[in-house]
């Protein structure tokens, strides 16, 4: 890609991120630039420290050193403002599961103080985008973890953010629900919205993302466009490469059946 | 297989304790509170033993029953019930049912309340010591009696232990309220035996003859009437005893089978349009958070059960009081739980576990957070609070105080929500999860909840003084116009507290909110 003389803003960028856990460096001097409307993959074996980066970059978890802005405002230093530009969804959090799922999106909705008439046309929208008009008035804590994931998803969306954070989307989402989402976030990428994606499937990152990460040990081992970090070979063949750990054997004797 | 769950159960324990020192202090204070017991109940038996063979019988009799209808209640409302190893958590391993039931069974003798219970009926031999046959008897009977506890705990929590089991719960706030009043039921049971001038021992050994033909007291019965020469009595006590294990058994072993060929959540369609509060709420995150912090205070039985202790304490001091609630005195019963209930979220941001993340996501300013769970909790609690002052105020017929008690019920429940709006931006505490039992126990948890309570306790007591006064100079002089100036200062002091919380604790927040969510992730992970 060239860059242009004066670059525009990045719709996210971090730099010198690192965070430290009980004496082990789960992220390390992470450096990354979003620009805006791309599809961006952020890959990497457990423990690569996606979560931490993503929890830092979107104001969840302070960073022991480093900055993070949203299209330009340092999420640290204006957390408010920083936080309205984005829609996050978390991996590994509760919600607040007590609520059905369409009480759920409407908090969200009334949280970021959008106006009530405007939200209930949003909150119907996101059911049936999500496929969950039959269960909306079921309370989230009898969901399914699918359909707890969906959930989440929509409240991520619901204010209708100008960057999208989400942390392993699809985990545990049926084909069909998956497609449909994939659909929204594709024409919300075209229509300048950015979308950041961590994920474990790297057929998904290949197909849908025009812009890769790959971190382990804390660290970015590669970054850029997709073509240009896969040269070639697929996301998949780049990955076990770069990170390695991969062992071609047959497996311990004893799980041998025959 | 059952030495590898037991060894399974003291692995966790360990890890768990390793993970965190002060649960460790909490777990020294319960062993230390447990060894006391036993020692007192221990001398006491030896003390009693020397008294003669009916007051063996009585004590032993009724010290059973209270433990087994203990051990029965302790699951729904104190986690009493090991919770570290369950049979759910067991169904992937290759065990019959039956292993599964003795393993738990094992794991439920081997934990400190377990150990505890076996040691202090063991003491009951001392007593005994002086009969032979009874001292025989007891040598099969009190072990009998120890395995009964567990099992009807075990059978018990089977049916409360259904995750999300909106019926379990409200069986736990039943046996809570329950519970709670067993002091005054005991008393009037006491008082019914009793007469004005002590007890009345025919009273007593009838009570005791009857209550030993009911299983929860038949097994500790038996060694008594074997030494008294009753032995058709004995007989069949013990057939009694040996009929309730059975039964406990089967109806656990009825629902272990029933769990693991039930999934354990199920989705029901529920209809749209039933937004509720939240459909109430004007926009904004101070309007949001009112709406979800009052949804859980009407629907969480975490928060729900505080409710019915406002409703409850009132019946339990007009027992304390003898029925005499014709006294300005009991005008007055309303502002203990009224303060109490003000404490009750001081710890809040605990019990969103990690789904305060959704809030600190939306850059939620402090002092929106705060208001809105202050107002929360103010309208699930304040409406409770009027009703149950003017019922009490009726009672004592003491109209002319109504204004002086509600100042003061009032203002001791907003002085507490305002010290609450600041020590929930600092203190997070292992709390049970939103959907776990209620009761569940959370290891270390109660002595340092305990000590926190008690220092904001008095400084809302302190907050509410002023108010206290001027409604004595009310029920001391008659004079309305004290009463209506306790209400004026202390509607005033309480508001002015939680105005101050709300600023002071929205400015904290807005520096901890990071913070607090990576101590809620440490102390519970979920």
Known sequence: ?258 | MVATVLRLRYRILGNMLARSPWQLVGFVFGIVGAVAGLSIAALGLVVIGASGLDAVRGVVTIGGALLVVGWSVAPLVAGGVDTTVEAEQLAPFPMTTRQVMLALTVVGLAGVPGIATALGALSALAAWARWPVALAAGAVCLPLGVLSCVLASRAVASFSGRRRGRLGNLLGLLAFGVLVLTGPLLTGLLGLLGGEDGFDAARVDAVVTGLAWTPVSAVWAVPGDLAAGEWGPGLARLGIALATLAALWLLWRRNVVAASVSPRRQTVAGRTGRLRWVGLAPTGATGASWARSLSYWLGDPRYLRNLVIVAVLPVLLAFGMRWEVHTPVFAFVVVLPALLLGLVPYVDVSYDGTAFASVLATGIRGRDDRAGRLLGAFTAGAPLVVVVTVVTVALSGEWVLLPAVLGCGLGALLAGLGICAVSSAYLIVPVPASGDNVFKRVPGQSFWVGLSLMGFTLVSGVFIAPALALAELAVFSGLALWSWLALVVGLGVGAGVAFAGVAVGGRVFDASGPLLLERIRATSGY
């Not at chain 1, 659909?183 to 812009?211: E, F, K, N, W």
């Open chain 1, 1 to 258: 890609m060239s860059t242009p003389a004066a670059a525009p803003v990045p719709a996210l960028a971090v730099a010198g991120l690192s965070k430290a856990f009980g004496g082990r460096l789960a992220v390390d001097h992470v450096e990354l630039a979003v620009p805006s409307g791309s599809f961006y993959g952020l890959v990497g074996p457990n423990g690569a420290g996606k979560t931490t980066t993503l929890s830092m970059a979107t104001g969840l978890l302070r960073p022991d050193a480093g900055t993070a802005s949203v299209h330009g405002v340092d999420v640290w230093a204006d957390p408010a403002v920083a936080k309205r530009m984005i829609g996050n969804l978390a991996d590994g959090v509760r919600l607040f599961d007590r609520l059905t799922g369409e009480q759920l999106i409407f908090y969200t909705g009334l949280m970021f103080g959008l106006p009530r008439d405007e939200l209930a046309g949003r909150t119907a929208d996101l059911l049936r985008l999500m496929d969950l008009g039959e269960a909306a008035g079921t309370p989230v804590a009898d969901y399914s973890a699918g359909m707890t994931k969906k959930v989440a998803l929509a409240c991520a969306l619901v204010h209708a953010p100008r960057l999208l954070v989400l942390d392993e989307p699809f985990e545990s989402v049926d084909p069909v629900s998956a497609a449909n989402i994939e659909d929204v976030l594709r024409s919300y990428t075209a229509s300048g919205g950015t979308v950041i994606v961590s994920s474990h499937s790297m057929d998904l990152v290949q197909r849908m993302c025009d812009h890769v990460a790959i971190l382990a040990g804390g660290r970015v081992l590669v970054a850029g466009g997709v073509e240009e970090v896969r040269g070639g070979a697929s996301l998949q063949e780049r990955f076990l490469e770069l990170v390695g750990g991969r062992t071609h054997a047959e497996g311990p004797a004893w799980l041998r059946q025959s």
